[in-house]
């Protein structure tokens, strides 16, 4: 076999196992998941799982870590775009991995996870108001607007995930970009008032 066929093998062996303890996590917690089942579930032999697995704990992190990656690269290419295309690509990604971002989106992740995707949207959502606004520096004022802008998107998707991705993804969209540039109309608005005061 060659090197890009048993490449291709072990994505197709990956993709089956995470999507699987995906849908089981919908049904019970990660510490009641054996690999017997979660490999009876994909249809995958224990000896292949234990090939690229220590337990199921690993294969958790590496789902947590690859989403990371996959969203951080995401938005470091596209935080340019118009508000609408920029979150079409995020929505897009979701619609992609819906079994994924479900488990994710609904309590189902690690703390360390939550905590390093807001980091990640907030530090995206932050450089896009420094160039809407024209900014170097970051005051406090803003980090509280950007803690709330994020928390409301994160309960948005959340409910989203809940109701099974039912409310059409276009609306998300349009939910979601409307919301930023509403935000950032209020926020220059903010920043005008304040170089006013100081003259």
Known sequence: ??????????RKTKK?????LAELLSEKELR?????ELTDKADIHRSTFYAHYEDIYSLYQEIEDTVLEELNDLISSNFFLSLNDYYKI?????NENKQLCKMLFRNKSTHNFLHNLALLFKNACLKSWRIALNITDISEELEYYAEYHLQGCFAMISKWADSD???????????MANVDA?????LKRIQHQGSGDNQ
Request: proline residues 2%; hydrophobic residues 40%.
């Open 1 to 10: 076999m060659s090197k890009m066929q048993n490449d291709r093998r072990v």
């Open 16 to 20: 089956a196992l995470r999507e699987e």
């Open 32 to 36: 009641s998941i054996t690999v017997k």
């Open 90 to 94: 995020l929505f897009d990604y979701i």
């Open 165 to 175: 991705f039912a409310y059409p993804r276009e609306k998300m969209i349009k939910i």
């Open 182 to 186: 509403n935000m950032e109309i209020h």
